[in-house]
């Protein structure tokens, strides 16, 4: 038997994203016009619905490329969205319990290597690794935006280094809340403060699954497949994703 697990969600106007999002409604009278046609032309009286949202590609749950770090990866011309590979999107899932991790800090290579100890589970390359904070219990408020860890520059190079080319979050951003970076930058004008998980990027090619959800609801650390294919938007930085995690349970007899 087959079990999905939804770790997305929803494209909503919301407290908990910092850009609007907008849904203008086509409803299923009014789309008769657009066609050229009445409401009474169709059967029951009503033509087809359509909708136009204005949103950001970092909006709800999704994917950031390679370009979204910088221009060039490894010396190379970074791959954006509708460039990366497919196969860097359906893996293994590794779930790793952070929740101890206090909003605001850095989750480190120390805070890795001990909870990959608590599982039992070495890293092997195509691992997708899904950062569990337990910031999404604060999904539709403004508290997500800001009470949250986010991984070290130190802990994406420990992960990439060993063949992650996937790393998710149940939170806002992977990097530690804006606020945070920058008050650091302010204090101590060490430009390292600013985006160090994303600024690794421009080093070795890895993606980013941010805006996660559903991770307490996964039966066990391991022994599921993600699959995180984004919307392949041309030239850019990132595209939406329904991010789901696929368990096979053996058949009762």
Not at 81 to 87: G, Y
Not at 100 to 109: F, K, Q, S, W
């Amino acid at each position: 038997m087959t079990r999905l697990f939804d770790l997305s969600v929803p494209l909503e106007d919301s407290p908990s994203e910092a850009t609007p999002v907008k849904v203008d409604l086509l409803d299923h009278r009014t789309g008769a016009a657009v066609l050229g046609l009445a409401p009474d032309d169709f059967p029951g009286g009503m033509a087809i619905s359509n909708e136009t949202v204005t949103l950001t590609t970092h909006t709800g749950t999704h994917v950031d490329a390679p370009l979204h770090y910088g221009p060039h990866t490894g010396g190379r011309p970074a791959k954006s969205v509708d460039q990366v590979p497919l196969d860097w999107c359906y893996g293994p899932g590794v779930r790793l319990d952070l929740r101890h991790v206090p909003p605001g800090d850095a989750i480190t290579p120390g805070h890795l290597t001990a909870a990959l100890d608590g599982i039992g589970h070495d890293l092997v390359p195509g691992d997708i690794v899904l950062l569990w904070t337990g910031a999404a219990a604060l999904w539709g408020t403004a508290e997500y935006l800001t009470r949250y860890p986010g991984l070290s520059g130190e802990g994406t190079a420990y992960l990439c280094e060993r063949g992650v080319r996937v790393i998710g979050i149940d939170a806002w951003g992977l990097d530690r809340p804006m606020h945070a970076m920058i008050d650091d930058y302010r204090r101590t004008r060490d430009p390292s403060c600013l985006w160090p998980a994303h600024v690794y990027g421009r080093t070795r090619a890895y993606l980013q699954l941010e805006k996660l959800a559903g991770l307490d609801a996964l039966p066990a650390a391991t022994g599921f497949t993600v699959a995180c294919f984004p919307v392949p938007v041309t030239g850019a930085g990132a595209g939406w994703s329904r991010v789901v995690a696929v368990q096979q349970e053996p058949r009762d007899e």
